[in-house]
């Protein structure tokens, strides 16, 4: 495309040459000749004397190039129209398919893949090698899983969805009867329910509720190496960095974001909007719309109640040492 027709596509402003033919992306920092470069204005004095188009956020003094109002969300769109992904179709003879099972239309199921009874692919739903899709399970239009994801019967996953290489939908919940009788597994008969547009990481697991549903919310993205427990409900929106661990029964609302290495207690809600900082460990419900954190490396438990006692308190410290200081001679 010319850079005229990338403005239109970013719906930008274009500045320069709208002849200039845009051949692919390259990155500030090895630009390569003919591409368009996604930029801060901090960058472009080295880019000078290139034949490169940029796209930036503001006025620079560069001979081409197209301003937008949000870079990433350019990028984001340059990408996916420049790079569309490719999927193949049909039924390998290397699969096996077992009764009742309904593949849609323009599906593609990989060498090595297995389909267990009554499992329901959609149109345009892509498995591909050594996947395993349990009995009953219901994969919605253009889902797509990737080599090597497995997903235990009776889980239902919405349109739209990805799930990357690794991952594991719907294996039992870590909950057990543990007495004086001993360890007794509490056998995990419900499901998981993920709705349209999620995208989950490689090698997250999402573990099937014990009685009910452990439902992540439409348009979530999980990254790698997260867990999520099993009786979870994740909201819609959310955003979660890898390696998080949600225990079981926790609730997240809308538009949560959780960095990486955060741990979530059992039970726990989050509310709206909450955002909680890289290796936080969140074990009491936070209110909705405002920044957790705070990291204190392991020590004893009996030492660390006792310190965090002290931590609370320290505001009313301060302020009673303030009166002091006022009060004294």
Excluded at 57 to 69: G, L
Excluded at 94 to 99: D, L
Excluded at 207 to 224: F, M, V
Aim: contains cysteine; charged residues 25%.
């Amino acid at each position: 495309m010319n850079l005229w027709e990338l403005s239109k596509l970013l719906e930008g402003q274009l500045r320069g040459d709208g002849d200039f033919q845009v051949q692919g992306v390259s990155s500030p920092e090895y630009p390569k000749e003919g591409t368009a470069i996604f930029c801060k204005p901090e960058q472009v004095e080295k880019l000078k004397g290139m034949q490169v188009a940029l796209v930036v956020t503001e006025e620079v003094d560069f001979p081409r190039y197209v301003k937008v109002k949000n870079l990433r969300l350019a990028l984001a769109k340059f990408l996916s129209h420049s790079y569309p992904e490719k999927h193949p179709c049909g039924v390998s003879p290397k699969a096996h398919i077992e009764e009742e099972v309904k593949i849609g239309e323009n599906a593609y199921v990989g060498p090595f893949v297995f389909v267990g009874r009554g499992a329901v692919l959609e149109e345009g739903v892509k498995v591909y090698p050594f996947c395993y899709v349990g009995e009953g399970v219901r994969i919605g239009r253009g889902s797509v899983l990737f080599s090597g994801v497995h997903v235990y019967p009776g889980c239902v996953i919405g349109q739209g969805v990805r799930i990357h290489s690794g991952s594991v939908i719907g294996a039992d919940g870590f909950g057990y009867y543990v007495g004086p009788e001993g360890i007794f597994k509490l056998p995990h008969v419900g499901r998981v329910v993920i709705e349209d547009f999620v995208e989950i990481g490689a090698n997250t697991c999402v573990d099937r509720a014990l009685i009910d549903e452990t439902r992540i919310g439409k348009n979530t993205k999980i990254d790698n190496l997260v867990q999520v427990g099993h009786n979870c409900v994740v909201g819609e929106a959310n955003v979660i960095a890898g390696q998080t661990g949600l225990a079981g029964s926790v609730k997240t609302g809308k538009n949560v974001m959780l960095a990486g290495q955060v741990a979530v207690a059992d039970h726990v809600s989050l509310g709206d909007n909450v955002v909680v900082s890289g290796k936080a460990g969140v074990s009491k419900s936070l209110e909705g719309g405002k920044v957790y954190g705070g990291v204190i490396p392991a020590m004893e438990w009996s030492k660390w109640k006792r310190l965090y006692a002290y931590v609370l308190r320290l505001p009313e410290l301060f302020k009673e040492k303030k009166r002091e200081d006022k009060d004294s001679p």
